[in-house]
Nanobody, 115 residues
Framework: QVQLVESGGGLVQAGGSLRLSCVAS????????MGWYRQAPGKQRELVAS???????NSADSVKGRFTISRDNAKNTVYLQMNSLKPEDKAVYYC?????????WGKGTLVTVSS
């Protein structure tokens, strides 16, 4: 069993910052790509950013220059530093981790940005 637990969501004013964390635990041999997705009300889930085990990153155009993904392999943890938050960033943010041939998901953490 593998569990992903996100933390760090909350309410912030536009222009503010939040840092999300996600810890993977359980039967983990090696985590390949980790990432963050988000889903706003009435919209499809979308990729925010991802990072490979070696540290290569990918991010959505809408967050480039504002969000930074990083990870600590020793702690099985992935982070998402979110700066200059906008009201349109409001969503539930989900952590993902690719382990062997399986993709695991966390339950999500809510980020609310007030204008």
């Amino acid at each position: 069993q593998v569990q992903l637990v996100e933390s760090g969501g909350g309410l912030v004013q536009a222009g503010g910052s939040l840092r999300l964390s996600c810890v993977a635990s359980g039967s983990i041999f090696s985590i390949n790509t980790m990432g963050w997705y988000r889903q706003a009300p009435g919209k499809q889930r979308e990729l925010v950013a991802s990072i490979t085990k070696s540290g290569s990153t990918n991010s959505a155009d809408s967050v480039k220059g504002r969000f930074t993904i990083s990870r600590d392999n020793a702690k099985n943890t992935v982070y998402l530093q979110m700066n200059s938050l906008k009201p349109e960033d409001k969503a539930v943010y989900y952590c993902t981790a690719d382990i062997l041939v399986m993709a695991y998901w966390g339950k999500g953490t809510l980020v609310t940005v007030s204008s």
